[in-house]
């Protein structure tokens, strides 16, 4: 079964609302999400590391004050798409890892079903 | 930034054939990971493979994985229709960071 969620799924709003995309582990405790971007046909890209307890780490290119990301649980992360304009529509993704995984491998990554943001 | 690039960008092949998609990364890996993506929908983990394993199967995924050449290959055996999607490989430089992605090869499978 899922053991990162998303949501909503799907979103569409209009150009200078601002939207929030919420990233859950279930099940396990995540000190450590990352959120990714893909637009269209294409890779996905990684745009920033969230930190539960601290500040995100954003890439390079990433505006901080655009993509606000709030950690405040070890099972919730949070981006929030501020002033969002058509350019922003893309498909976010979050992911984790679970730490300790019972005859699973450490290092796999788990990603969330995604979320497509549409601006009109 | 992506590590690097996929070959092919995108392969057609008759349901039972072979099919074998490449990536090339750029930095040393702590691990090297495949997975899958049905359109417009999330990542499904194939396979993980580590920078110390040379090759790694799971049911009809075989993965390889040459860290001099800085390559790793996907074989799926016997494909089936459900296999048409998009397959991205990905890369760790340590346990437990956030993951750079290849540009991806879409497979198509026809019946």
């Known amino acids: 079964g899922a053991v990162v969620s998303q949501h909503p799924s799907r979103v569409i709003c209009k150009s200078g609302t601002s939207v929030k995309i919420e990233c859950r582990s279930l099940?396990?405790?995540?000190?450590?999400m990352f959120w990714y971007r893909q637009f269209p046909k294409q890779s996905l890209m990684l745009m920033a590391t969230?930190?539960?307890?601290?500040?995100?780490?954003?890439e390079q290119g990433v505006e901080k004050d655009k993509f606000l990301i709030n950690h405040a649980s070890l099972t919730l992360s949070t981006l929030t798409v501020t002033s969002a304009h058509p350019e922003d529509s893309s498909f976010y993704i979050c992911?984790?890892?679970?730490?300790?995984?019972?005859?699973?491998?450490?290092?796999?990554?788990?990603f969330g079903p995604g979320t497509r943001l549409t601006v009109l | 930034s992506q590590q690097g690039e996929e070959d092919p960008q995108a392969l057609s092949i008759q349901e039972g054939e072979n099919a074998t998609m490449n990536c090339s990364y750029k930095?040393?890996?702590?691990?090297l990971q495949w997975y899958r993506q049905n359109s417009g929908r999330g990542l499904v983990h194939l396979i993980l493979i580590r920078s110390n394993e040379r090759e790694k199967h799971s049911g009809r995924l075989r993965v390889t994985l040459d860290t001099s050449k800085k390559s790793s290959s996907l074989l799926i055996t016997a494909s089936r229709a459900a296999d048409t999607a998009s397959y991205f490989c990905a890369t760790g430089d340590q346990a437990g960071t956030a993951l750079i992605f290849g540009k991806g090869t879409t497979l198509s499978v026809s019946s």
């Open positions: 969230s930190n539960e307890g601290s500040k995100a780490t954003y």
């Open positions: 930095t040393s890996i702590n691990n």
């Open positions: 099940d396990f405790q995540a000190t450590t």
């Open positions: 992911s984790a890892f679970i730490p300790g995984l019972a005859g699973g491998d450490t290092d796999t990554q788990y």
